[in-house]
């Protein structure tokens, strides 16, 4: 009997083994599809006008996704713990008129204005954090909330105003259009951010640890992983990078109101699904969600140029969502199938 047991288990835990590793393949394969979709894409519209791929349209680009890619960095490590933030457009929103305020009306350096727009994105996913891991609120609740309520502080506070780019210091305002060797500084602290994040999330236990909650929340805590402290990062950190979203945009666009990010957050989820990061947590990297940002942007730039219909173009955009939930889940059920078999048996 034991030697009829003995090579059941070993194959089940095979198969369980090649289900995992065609799942990582499929991560990979997922990021190879992206960069096709995206040269695919490119050469299409470049053929049908060839200005797409003028200096200036590709500056436009990378300064389009770099906020973007900014905020789906943070929004990453939020969904890989099974979490959401839905409110990152409306901190984004309060950080770039604070920061703006500070400038304009207070004078304050340059230099305390940013500190100050990043602490009050810190601030706000703080309170995101605090209602997910004390108060049990689930996050998409929570984050909804809060979306209304940090959305309604800076129209409260804004008053119907606006801050125009007169009202700014002339540098912060260079800032947002500079660029060093052709590339757009914003693009450049958007990768900086994204190497950072992706380095934490690979290389650090702390990082690693984000996967296992988001695989597992009760096994995480069992094995002694500090899940609300790892929660309470994932959050701050998705603020912080909000505010700094809110920072860049005030710089790149001079001109400021209470409706700065509205919606932001619909494209921010989509591009993180969109790159692959799970939305039912535990896989995914930030690099393919920034690849999906790119992908995001590059649809919005060249669908107009194409002749599709706006309708379309969020038609387009909600498909792809489906599409990755779907092949996510599919894969997550084959593998969660294999892994039962495997322990049944043993």
């Known amino acids: 009997m034991t030697t009829t047991t003995a090579p059941t288990t070993t194959a089940a835990r095979a198969e369980g083994a090649v289900w995992a590793r065609r799942f990582r393949a499929l991560l990979g394969a997922r990021i190879f599809g992206l960069v096709l979709g ?3 894409l490119v050469a299409v519209t470049t053929a049908m006008n060839p200005r797409f791929l003028s200096t200036q349209s590709l500056r436009d680009l990378l300064l389009a996704a770099s906020i973007t890619v900014l905020l789906a960095a943070g929004m990453t490590m939020v969904v890989l713990t099974k979490g959401i933030d839905l409110s990152v457009g409306a901190v984004l929103g309060l950080s770039a008129f604070g920061t703006a305020t500070l400038l304009s009306e207070y004078g304050v350096a340059m230099p ?12 706000c996913g703080a309170v995101n954090g605090a209602l997910v891991t004390l108060g049990g609120v689930p996050p998409l609740v929570a ?7 940090f959305r309604g502080i800076v ?24 660029r060093v060797l052709g590339v757009p500084y914003l693009a450049l ?22 996967y296992a909650i988001g695989s597992s929340p009760e096994a995480a805590r069992l094995a002694g992983i500090p899940a609300t402290r790892r929660l309470m990062t994932a959050y701050v950190t998705a603020g ?18 209470a409706s700065a990010g509205t919606g932001l957050e619909l494209d921010i989820v989509a591009a993180v699904v969109v790159g692959g990061v ?11 969600a920034a690849l999906g940002a790119l992908l995001l942007t590059v649809i919005s730039n060249a669908l107009p140029t194409l ?6 173009q969020r038609a387009i955009v909600g498909a792809l969502i489906i599409g990755a939930i779907a092949l996510d889940r599919l894969v997550a059920l084959r593998v969660a199938i294999s892994l039962r078999k495997a322990h049944h048996v043993g």
Request: hydrophobic share 55%; net charge neutral.
């Open 112 to 123: 305390v204005a940013v500190v100050a727009g990043i602490a009050m994105g810190a601030a």
């Open 155 to 178: 129209y409260f506070w804004a008053g119907g105003s606006r801050i125009n780019a007169s009202d700014m210091p002339r540098a912060f305002l260079d800032f947002g259009s500079g």
């Open 38 to 40: 995206l040269a695919i």
């Open 189 to 210: 602290i958007a990768l900086a951010v994204a190497v950072v994040v992706g380095l934490y999330l690979s290389r650090y236990r702390a990082g690693r640890d984000l």
């Open 278 to 288: 799970a939305i039912f947590g535990g896989s995914g990297t930030v690099l393919g």
């Open 143 to 149: 984050t909804l909330g809060t979306l209304y309520i």
């Open 307 to 312: 002749g599709i219909d706006q309708f379309w």
């Open 240 to 257: 912080a990078l909000a505010g700094l979203g809110g920072i860049l945009y005030a710089a790149r666009y001079g001109t400021v109101d």
